[in-house]
């Protein structure tokens, strides 16, 4: 494949999320940039591709800064649609894969997209609701199983020939992507991500965990997903390493590749990392090339990370914690600091400031409980068509996370719950993850959460929603009598439901709504 020389970069366009790819390109064009199924791209490779997307979205004649949704599931073919949408001036809206119906319409309506780029699993649920959706078209992102890849993404990503360099039309003030927060508490809104926010982030990652350009990073968690995207694929481009992306989590599958492609970093949710932990082909695999795990998107069990550590001395384990509007990353309890405080968020990272304050939007003193607001220019422009949104998060000049968290001397952050998931019973307040952490602790449990009911007496009443593991039985007293010993008697649960699966969301998170309304 020959390629022309790179363009110089405006002023302007230099702070573009697509120029982190170019200068990359500029830099190591030989190098291994992505690897995907049998498919290697060298960077130039890579760069050269995003051109001929680029190109292929202009000729569509979409105005500029208009919305281009992303449906479907990690592919080369989505990274690059991604990087294309960013160098051609546009919008990019991920969209959660496992979205249907109403939930999909809704966020293709409130985005405003005008294309959506969908994979063949999906093209079905999307046609079911494009009736609805005047205006707006699609276009594939690769092909079915077996099928041709001409008139798709990845068909133009592959084309051979001259390749004419796209200069962007964007400038670091431009929107880079709306990203919809995850909805767990109420109806999604979309962050307002500029250029500039998203490469102030790739930044703070980079120098927070350890980045190196020869780690042979790992990308099994949904890039619709900003942890995924933001936190690790785009920071590991912007360095040059060679990123390794898979289509999903799938337990043996990482297991084989980290052995296979002297996998170095690895990034995973708690809720693949939990079951990773027990899983049998952990002890035929030889993970010895790993060196950095990182955990992040949900509330990783204390009691699950300690076994890990314990298993794996030599692994530093790197907790990232943040959330959509901060680009996502805030705060690193770097490997080191796990020892003395393991239930902690860690540190503010480079580019954010934190404050802990109460509801008037003082400062508390260390110890006491209070909300995480941030400052940084990692932090999104806002809410996209919800102004009353934007003015109640951004009030006091600081943007308002929802979080309630204690902070220690040092700075180190520990987080106790979100706002929203804080329990009241019987005028006190309790935090559902202190009670989630007790009941983890008990062998028989795979998986809880821990929600306040209604109930006439406590006003609502701490219920443990569990599943427990494969061939286990339990009782509801036997996991309230298990806590005893670890929780003050007004924090022990009530009540016990089991259940086979906790509603979660593609990115980990658990829908503690949905358990509430059921």
């Given amino acids: 494949m020959t390629t022309p020389p790179l363009p110089v970069m405006s002023a302007a366009n230099a702070g573009t999320v697509d120029a982190v790819l170019r200068r990359s390109a500029s830099r190591f064009p030989d190098r291994v940039a992505l690897t995907f199924a049998d498919r290697r791209w060298s960077y130039s490779e890579l760069d050269a591709a995003v051109d001929r997307v680029a190109a292929e979205l202009t000729a569509r004649g979409l105005e500029p800064g208009s919305r281009i949704a992303a449906y479907g599931v990690n592919s080369d073919a989505y990274l690059i649609a991604f990087l294309a949408t960013s160098r051609a001036g546009y919008t990019h809206v991920p969209v959660n894969y496992a979205l249907t119906g109403g939930e999909l319409e809704y966020l293709l309506t409130d985005s405003g997209a005008s294309l959506v780029l969908v994979d063949p699993a999906q093209a079905p649920t999307l046609d079911a609701v494009l009736g609805n959706l005047p205006g707006l078209s699609s276009l594939d992102l690769q092909p079915a199983a077996g099928g041709h890849v001409d008139g798709t993404v990845l068909g133009t990503a592959l084309a051979s020939g001259e390749t ?38 790739y930044v703070s990652c980079i120098l927070a965990l350890d980045f190196d350009i020869d780690d042979e990073p790992l990308v099994a968690m949904p890039l619709y997903h900003s942890a995924a995207m933001h936190v690790f694929a785009l920071p590991y481009l912007s360095l040059g390493a060679t990123v390794h ?24 949710a708690p809720t693949v990392w939990v079951p990773l932990a027990s899983h049998p082909d952990l002890e035929t695999r030889d993970l010895s090339s790993l060196t950095k795990a990182q955990y992040g998107a949900s509330i990783m069990p204390v009691t699950v990370l300690q076994r890990l550590r314990t298993k794996y001395p030599d692994l530093g384990f790197y907790n990232c914690f943040g959330q959509s ?7 690193v309890l770097r490997p080191e600091e796990h020892d003395a405080r393991p239930a902690s968020a860690g540190r503010a990272v480079f580019f954010v400031e934190a404050r802990v304050v109460d509801e008037t939007g003082a400062e508390v003193p260390d110890g006491e409980r209070g909300e995480v607001v941030y400052r940084s220019p990692q932090l999104c422009s806002g809410y996209w068509n919800k102004p009353q949104a934007t003015e109640e998060a951004f009030r006091g000049g600081w943007f308002h996370s929802g979080d309630l968290v204690v902070r220690d001397s040092e700075g180190f952050l520990e987080v106790v719950d979100r706002i929203k998931d804080v329990i009241n019973t019987g005028g006190v307040l309790v935090a559902s993850r202190e ?84």
């Avoid at 400038?171 to 490469?199: D, E, F, N, V, W």
């Avoid at 043996?252 to 995973?268: A, K, T």
Wanted: hydrophobic share 40%; charged share 25%.
């Fill in 435 to 518: 009670v989630e952490d007790a009941v983890y602790r008990d062998e028989r449990v795979a998986e809880v959460a821990v929600i306040g009911t209604p109930d006439p007496k406590w006003i609502e009443a701490v219920t443990a929603v569990v599943v427990l593991k494969d061939g286990a039985d339990a009782t509801q007293d036997e996991i309230i009598d298990g806590t005893r010993a670890h929780l003050a008697p007004f924090k022990v649960p009530k009540r016990v439901v089991f259940v086979d699966e906790l509603p979660r969301n593609q990115s980990g998170k658990l829908l503690k709504r949905e358990l509430r309304q059921n």
């Fill in 245 to 268: 992306l898979m289509a999903a989590p799938d337990i043996p599958e990482i297991l084989r590749r980290v052995e296979e492609d002297g996998i170095r970093s690895l990034f995973l």
């Fill in 325 to 331: 509007e901060v680009a996502p990353l805030a705060c």
């Fill in 164 to 201: 004419t360099p796209v200069d962007s039309p964007a400038s670091g003030t431009s929107l880079a992507q709306l990203l919809y927060t995850s909805g767990t508490t109420s109806r999604p809104k979309g962050a307002m991500m500029t250029h500039s926010a998203l490469i102030h982030e």
